[in-house]
């Protein structure tokens, strides 16, 4: 994928949807083993935010392409003593192939990306989850064979996994529901984005009632009601989302071949129910998997591996 080398991935939406099957279309050959890249390079990988999954994948991926990676945890760089955002970028832009970040501020990580000359890929921001989106609709399209005119509804907090969630969705042809509580909604702005994107071809539902958003699905998914830095809300956002948790009524409402997705970390029995997440419809650990194989498509296609 010639038309992705050396570019960078803040937001799903910088790719376009023909962009984002032929990364599907990667992953799933290196996945399958048909296709076997190498790419000797180097990764850095700035995580200010906890990781489990996306340090790992990224990390295996690299490594399965025959790059290296630099694990930079911020405690133990000048970043942790309040070195410029910018200062960093263009140090780190000296010595290293690619970063990849995870942050808070969204806008952190566009400074990163203006003073620095490497890719820099979205690993997580308080905005937007790119990559846990891809994983997302390998598995979708794993599991349907097809993207085009499916229904996911996402149920739980307005959050980046929602918004990449719309974005992803309007781009490949899935009609999207969100279901939150008053004043969990998600961004406004990134409604209107998906909206545009979707342009009346698919639909982009914005709703507070979980029974009507999961009726006739292909896909239900949630997320943990407090993601990382709000664990000091937990306790008062319990009642309220206590209606959006994915148990076996409202999988009910949805179509009888219905999958459950989860982003991982699971609070079991509060946005999810054991008995639902460890059942015949769950493909979540399928999706975790799928992280690493989008992962590596990615980094091959924007530092260019080359055939082994």
């Known amino acids: 994928m010639t038309a992705l080398s050396q570019r960078d991935l803040l937001g799903i939406a910088d790719l376009s949807a023909v962009e984002i099957k032929e990364l599907l279309q990667m992953a799933t050959q290196l996945k399958s083993q048909q296709l076997k890249l190498r790419c000797n390079k180097v990764l850095g990988l700035l995580f200010s935010k906890a990781s489990t999954r996306t340090r790992v994948s990224f990390t295996v991926a690299m490594y399965q392409l025959g790059g290296q990676v630099i694990d930079l945890n911020p405690n133990v760089t000048q970043v942790s003593r ?3 955002i910018q200062d960093t970028a263009r140090v780190l832009d000296k010595y290293l192939d690619c970063l990849a970040i995870r942050t808070f501020e969204q806008q952190e990580l566009e400074t990163f990306a ?18 846990q989106v891809l994983a997302d609709l390998l598995t979708i399209q794993e599991e349907f064979q097809t993207l085009s005119g499916l229904t996911l509804t996402y149920v739980g907090d307005g959050n980046n996994v929602a918004n990449s ?3 992803g969705c309007a781009l490949v042809g899935i009609n999207v529901k969100i279901a939150t509580p008053s004043g969990y909604e998600p961004s406004s702005d990134v409604v209107k984005q998906a909206l545009a994107i979707a342009d009346g071809k698919t639909e982009v539902i914005i709703t507070k009632d979980p029974k009507i958003a999961a009726k006739n699905a292909n896909i239900l998914y949630t997320d943990v009601w407090a993601s ?3 664990e000091n809300e937990a306790n008062d956002r319990m009642p309220i989302f206590q209606p959006y948790q994915i148990n076996q009524e409202l999988l009910n ?11 991982l970390p699971a609070h079991r029995d509060e946005e999810i129910t054991n008995a639902v997440i460890e059942g015949e419809y769950s493909r979540v650990w399928e999706q975790a ?5 989008v992962q590596k498509a990615l980094l091959a296609s924007i530092l260019s591996a080359e055939p082994l």
């Open 82 to 84: 309040g070195e410029p």
């Open 114 to 131: 203006n003073y620095a000359q490497i890719p820099v890929i979205n690993a997580l921001t308080d905005l937007e989850h790119p990559c």
């Open 165 to 167: 969630l719309m974005l």
């Open 228 to 230: 990382m830095g709000q």
């Open 253 to 263: 409402f949805a179509e009888p071949k219905a999958i459950v997705l989860h982003c």
């Open 289 to 293: 998997e799928n992280r690493l194989h």
